[in-house]
């Protein structure tokens, strides 16, 4: 039984201080969550809880003595295991060679004693990256148990997890708890830190906001304590009214992917108006489908816009006015080293708003033009000939959703537009999709976060290893939706038929 | 530390490292046994100590700008063009071939023309490879230089070697295309001023055009470009083949303004040494300009301290060696193309 704390730590990084006098208490047999919006200090507090980065002040404690981490190499042999959300495993190696990686006397039996407790026993032999992400996370968590770890820190662990996935992970950290581990659950996501921490702590500006016993805390509360003003109540927008027409029908479009699935033979139809959602765990072909649509990827099948068939090619659907919102907004959406009013342009560049004979730009055009953007998306940031690289990833998102928003498009594919974005820019991105829909706009919304999905679509689909299911209303029961995420037989077929 | 204005910020980089170059220069002179204060101090009045010193400077300097505003069109476009030493040498044969032919000085704009087109077109023969054969152009540029270097040996041995055979060199070309030199009797041409339209032409079309955007964004993410719209094969080639036609134009201007004629060892390395000068300039066409008279000035002290001390002339190469590595140092891995 150990007890892990943080006493008044700080760090700064250049103007912005990421932590600011931060203390915490973890008590052994404990599930501690963390919330905070991006940004807040969450992942700059676990990188110190791990040895990655020294604090500018305050220490680590561990049952009242103060520890001095050099390097992550301490913090382990100290005890912290830390399971990133990005997973750190080789993909070529096994799991056993994963977690035995660098350990020069391996301790076979304490390995196999771990594994059977995650249930991991049948597959040390299995290759890394051939692992559903599920398993992959738990050969993580095999790593800092098998160090024997008393302080487990899971970084955003449902992030990539299906719910039933999810389900197990949570089953699991109560299992720790009751064998008189700590452990840190660190996430943005209120609903799953109530369900499943017995304390919670808030950061917001790097400072600890509030600490309560779960049981004592209420969603709102938490809310309000991560945003630091009350929320308005959950959204009573009206509907928005649908328009009767198919603006975009996909027939059995089918696309290779680069890895994982690609798209077997998906058919659905978007009217104007609507916000289409197409839910799934990410790496089940959404990737494929959104270039498909964008006509980036050669696919076959059909896909027509507006009953004419949509014509090929990324720059002739772009002209037609489909518009893309890739996922990886750092290198598929923005060129981070060129000014906010070029990437505000990007792709059109050629609009008559700004181009002048002879292709030359109009820089007084362009700048009035991302004054206008900048102002309506609230969007922070140096000036307008700064670099985008030099913006937040929130003012980075919400520059991207403008760009794509900004000359009422048809049609707009936006693939997980609010993903690492604060609460705040989540809201400003969600306001923008429903007034362009109320405008006519029909937004297909491919999303791993199913709330956001949930919250906006009129009708969803889900996606899985590839294919997609039939429409199901937004009040779908979730454990259909659930089963449909996880690839659950008898309910594709049920509802998978794409006739 | 007090941080530089954003503008000032590149240049000051650039200098530090020329100055952190000339500092090792000094130290690598002191191991080979001269004293490096007045050997700098004969370098530096070689090339800026009266104007036959600074026309020197400026006629080396305006192949390196124009070789060097092509190779930053082509950095900022992504493509890593090492070939501006054989687009030059296609340029300056392109030039000889029309100049031989043509023999008034109304053909000018046309013989410089053929020059930017050949180089042009030796450079497209690379962006064609990669993008239709995936062949990178890393490869293909400096294997092209080779073939440019040994067509050119074997035609000035050959067909086109003049009339009395005595030297591997062709024919001069008319004395009606030669461009003026405005400093006589220092070799100072008109040609300087090409290379500074060239820069100002290169930097509004790069920054302030349409088509010059799609380039950089090319340059800076590939999947940016193609979500927007851009072809990465036709942008590749518009970058490939401007930075060849930059090169062809500075061995035409070279042919025209220096030579008259073409012969074995027509460039010093010119086309190499501008990969050096676009680093140096950060990939600013403008930056090109101050960057080019850097190393202008650089070749022609190291070619005066060999004559007042005998120290050799590979010194300037290790100084400018040290220039790139220190401008690589400090600018790490963003400037150059992936």
């Not at chain 1, 680590?60 to 912290?80: K, L, Q, W």
Request: charged content about 20%; some cysteine; aromatic content about 6%.
């Amino acid at each position: 039984m150990t007890t892990w704390a943080a006493r008044d730590i700080a760090k700064r990084y250049g103007a912005v201080q990421a932590l600011d006098g931060v203390s915490l208490t973890i008590e052994p047999g404990r599930i501690h969550g963390l919330l905070g919006e991006n940004g807040a200090g969450k992942s700059t507090l676990m990188s110190i809880l791990f040895g990655a980065t020294r604090p500018d002040r305050g220490h680590i404690e561990r049952d009242g003595r103060r520890m001095s981490f050099a390097s992550a190499r301490d913090a382990i042999a100290a005890g912290v295991g830390l399971v990133h959300q990005h997973f750190h495993l080789v993909e070529s190696f096994t799991i056993r060679e994963n977690v035995l990686l660098g350990d020069a006397r391996p301790n076979e039996a304490r390995l196999r004693a771990a594994a059977e407790r995650l249930g991991l026993a049948g597959d040390l032999d299995a290759v890394a990256g051939r692992l559903p992400v599920g398993v992959r996370q738990r050969a993580e968590i095999l790593k800092a148990l098998y160090r024997q770890a008393t302080l487990l820190l899971l970084d955003e662990p449902t992030a990539a997890l299906t719910p039933p996935e999810a389900e197990a992970l949570f089953a699991f950290a109560r299992e720790l708890r009751a064998a008189g581990a700590s452990v840190v659950f660190i996430t943005h996501k209120l609903r799953e830190a109530l369900e499943l921490c017995d304390t919670v702590t808030v950061l917001r500006q790097g400072r600890v906001i509030a600490t309560q016993r779960a049981t004592e805390a209420t969603p709102d509360d938490l809310a309000a304590a991560m945003l630091g003003e009350r929320l308005a109540p959950p959204t009573d927008a009206p509907p928005l009214a649908i328009g009767e027409r198919a603006r975009l029908r996909v027939e059995r479009l089918s696309a290779a992917s680069d890895a994982g699935p690609g798209v077997e033979g998906a058919s659905f139809e978007v009217r104007d108006g609507e916000i289409f959602g197409i839910a799934g765990v990410d790496g089940n072909g959404q990737t494929a489908l959104a270039e498909a649509l964008a006509g980036l990827r050669p696919a076959a099948g059909r896909v027509w816009l507006d009953d004419a068939p949509a014509p090929d090619g990324r720059r002739a659907r772009l002209a037609a006015g489909l518009r893309y919102m890739p996922a990886d907004r750092r290198r598929a959406g923005l060129a981070l080293n060129l000014s906010v009013a070029e990437n505000a342009i990007l792709g059109d560049e050629a609009s008559p708003a700004w181009r002048r004979w002879g292709g030359r730009l109009d820089s007084a055009a362009i700048r009035r033009h991302v004054a206008t953007l900048t102002e309506r998306f609230a969007i922070r940031m140096p000036s307008a000939s700064a670099p985008v690289a030099t913006l937040s990833g929130g003012n980075q998102q919400k520059l991207l959703a403008a760009r794509e928003l900004a000359r009422r498009p048809r049609v707009l594919v936006a693939v997980n537009p609010t993903w690492g974005v604060d609460v705040a820019a989540v809201a400003a991105i969600h306001r923008a999709f429903r007034a362009a829909c109320a405008e006519g706009l029909s937004l297909v919304l491919i999303s791993n976060e199913l709330d956001e999905i949930l919250s906006l679509s009129q009708r969803l689909a889900v996606m899985h290893a590839g294919r997609l299911s039939r429409a199901l209303p937004p009040d779908a029961p979730l454990t259909v939706i659930g089963r449909l995420m996880a690839g659950d037989g008898p309910t594709w077929e049920r509802h998978g038929s794409t006739a | 530390m007090a941080r530089l204005p954003e503008a000032l910020r590149a240049p000051a980089l650039s200098v530090a490292a020329v100055a952190a170059a000339l500092a090792a220069g000094a130290a690598v002179l002191r191991l080979a046994g001269y004293a490096p204060g007045p050997a700098l101090w004969v370098m530096a009045n070689a090339a800026f100590g009266g104007p036959f010193a600074l026309a020197d400077t400026l006629v080396k300097a305006t192949p390196l700008a124009l070789c060097g505003v092509g190779v930053a069109l082509a950095f900022r476009g992504g493509q890593f063009n090492i070939g501006a030493e054989g687009q030059m040498l296609m340029g300056a044969l392109a030039a000889v071939a029309a100049g031989l032919q043509l023999a008034s000085g109304w053909a000018m704009p046309l013989v410089l023309a053929s020059a930017a087109a050949a180089g042009g077109g030796w450079a497209f023969l690379a962006a064609w490879l990669k993008t239709a054969r995936g062949v990178s152009e890393v490869i293909s540029t400096l294997m092209l230089n080779f073939i440019a270097f040994w067509l050119v040996s074997w035609l000035v041995h050959g067909p086109l070697q003049e009339a009395a055979k005595s030297y591997p060199q062709t024919e001069m070309v008319a004395e009606a295309l030669w461009l003026g030199r405005w400093l006589p009797p220092t070799r100072l041409h008109a040609g300087v001023f090409v290379a500074v339209g060239a820069a100002l032409v290169a930097y509004g079309w790069l920054f302030f055009t349409a088509s010059g955007l799609r380039l950089r964004v090319l340059g800076d993410s590939p999947q940016a470009a193609r979500t927007a719209g851009i072809s990465p094969e036709r942008t590749a080639w518009l970058a490939l083949t401007l930075s060849g036609a930059c090169a062809g134009l500075a061995g035409g201007i070279e042919v025209l303004g220096v030579s008259r004629r073409l012969y074995e060892q027509f460039s010093p390395g010119y086309g190499y040494m501008a990969i050096a000068v676009a680093l140096l300039a950060r990939r600013h066409p403008l930056g090109v300009l101050p960057a080019a008279v850097c190393f202008g000035a650089l070749e022609v002290g190291a070619a005066g301290l060999q004559r007042a001390v005998g120290v050799s002339a590979g010194l300037a190469g290790v100084v400018e060696a040290f220039v790139v590595l220190a401008v690589v140092a400090v600018s790490g891995r963003r400037d150059a193309p992936a």
